[in-house]
T-cell receptor
């Protein structure tokens, strides 16, 4: 298996623009997680899905953030409108039990 | 958001030395996980612990799930230069509503001097 796949790896955008991050989990994994990592706040869980259903989105910072999982092999995290404070590395992870496997991350810079 | 207290924050050691780091929390966890993150990469799972008191090894790595379920440690024996990176602990617990909560430590940045 190729592991968790994320795209794009890097994204630079201007404040106010919509940003969409994509994730393909490991085949057969029924949990999918979105994390944000910054120097100041470390690694934070934003939302996670079980069998494509959002279970806990209490970590989503604001209504500008939304996540979907239309099928077992694809998820998106959208920020609209983006702000400079959203600049961070966003990780997607998937798991079949307690052991999460992380993707390489998307480094987002909002100017 | 809530984070686990992980220490030390950073450490410089000589190649061949043993390394120890730990995580503590005021909350009880069902599972403890240890990850390593290299620059520009996502965290990679090193060891998973499922029972209080459990001691598990993975090569030169050894980790233990504390008896109180509120702490865990990770030891690296005979460190080598490729051990450099950031090590994270993570705790998993089940909330009263039945959902999982994953909380990560603040990380220990390890540098190994050849």
């Amino acid at each position: 298996d190729a592991g968790v796949i994320q795209s794009p790896r890097h994204e630079v955008t201007e404040m106010g623009q919509e940003v969409t991050l994509r994730c393909k989990p490991i085949s057969g994994h029924d949990y999918l997680f979105w994390y944000r990592q910054t120097m100041m706040r470390g690694l934070e869980l934003l939302i996670y899905f079980n069998n494509n259903v959002p279970i806990d989105d209490s970590g989503m910072p604001e209504d500008r953030f939304s996540a979907k999982m239309p099928n077992a092999s694809f998820s998106t995290l959208k920020i609209q409108p983006s702000e400079p404070r959203d600049s961070a590395v966003y990780f997607c992870a998937s798991s079949q039990n307690n052991e999460q496997f992380f993707g390489p991350g998307t480094r987002l810079t909002v100017l | 958001g809530q984070q686990l207290n992980q220490s030390p924050q950073s450490m410089f050691i000589q190649e061949g030395e043993d390394v120890s780091m730990n995580c503590t929390s005021s909350s009880i966890f069902n599972t403890w996980l240890w990850y390593k993150q290299d620059p520009g990469e996502g965290p990679v799972l090193l060891i998973a612990l499922y029972k209080a008191g459990e001691l598990t090894s993975n090569g030169r790595l050894t980790a233990q799930f504390g008896i109180t379920r509120k702490d865990s440690f990770l030891n690296i024996s005979a460190s080598i230069p490729s051990d450099v990176g950031i090590y994270f602990c993570a705790g998993q617990k089940i909330t009263t509503s039945g959902t999982y909560k994953y909380i990560f430590g603040t990380g220990t940045r390890l540098k190994v001097l050849a």
